[in-house]
């Protein structure tokens, strides 16, 4: 079936350090979606991307949408605590009406 | 801060139990979702209305029975679930067409006992 999967799954950096997470779906996405889930949260939207080789920046998060709009990307630069969570990619793969969550990176940011 | 609130945030239930989760939202979100979350798992998507009318149920057991009274709410009603159903149930609102963001409520951390 239609997959978005993410890696790594988990990531652990040390406060400072760069934080890059992969999204790949196995059919072409229209849009990609980010979202951040703090522990104990809910997921918070953060960005979307809709053309292909699109790249957004937020402050130190940059967004990458591939050329084929298969794939996309997330860095973090200069990660503090604040950043940790779980983030998502989320996308309608293919002919799919819907949202289909990627598997989630978990990130763990020691001070 | 949320554009979705759920209520209960935490319920516990027997498995011969009736209850009904509840999320309201006045944003003029005009598509609302149910998810089921599981511990270190993604969002799995359970039900969709849009404009009121159930749009998409993705094959969920009929212990399950969503409702949606009016635009601004939505409950999930729950009947002789299983321990297994025990996860984090999130509401969400999407405002533009198909392709918007999600904006999800706090959610209902729910425990089957």
């Known amino acids: 079936g239609q997959q978005v999967m993410q890696i790594p799954q988990y990531q652990h950096v040390q406060e400072g350090e760069d934080f890059t997470t992969y999204c790949n779906s196995s059919t072409t996405l229209s849009n990609i979606q980010w979202y951040k889930q703090r522990p104990g949260g809910h997921p918070v939207f953060l960005i979307q991307l809709v053309k292909s080789g699109e790249v957004k920046k937020q402050k130190r998060l940059t967004f990458q949408f591939g050329e084929a709009k298969k794939n996309s990307s997330l860095h973090i630069t200069a990660t503090q605590t604040t950043d940790v969570g779980t983030y998502f990619c989320?996308?309608?793969?293919?002919?799919?009406?819907?949202?289909?969550f990627g598997s989630g990176t978990q990130l763990t940011v020691l001070p | 801060d949320t554009e979705v609130t759920q209520t209960p945030k935490h319920l516990v239930m027997g498995m011969t139990n009736k209850k009904s989760l509840k999320c309201e939202q006045h944003m003029g979100h005009r598509a609302m979702y149910w998810y089921k979350q599981k511990a270190k798992k993604p969002p799995e998507l359970m039900f969709v209305y849009s404009y009121e009318k159930l749009s998409i149920n993705e094959s969920v057991p009929s212990r399950f029975s969503p409702e949606c009274p009016n635009s601004s709410l939505l409950n999930l009603h729950l009947h002789a679930l299983q321990p297994e159903d025990s996860a984090l149930y999130l509401c969400a609102g999407r405002q533009g067409t198909r392709d918007s963001p999600l904006h999800f409520g706090n959610g209902t951390r729910l425990t089957v006992t």
């Open positions: 989320a996308g309608p793969p293919g002919s799919a009406r819907q949202l289909t």
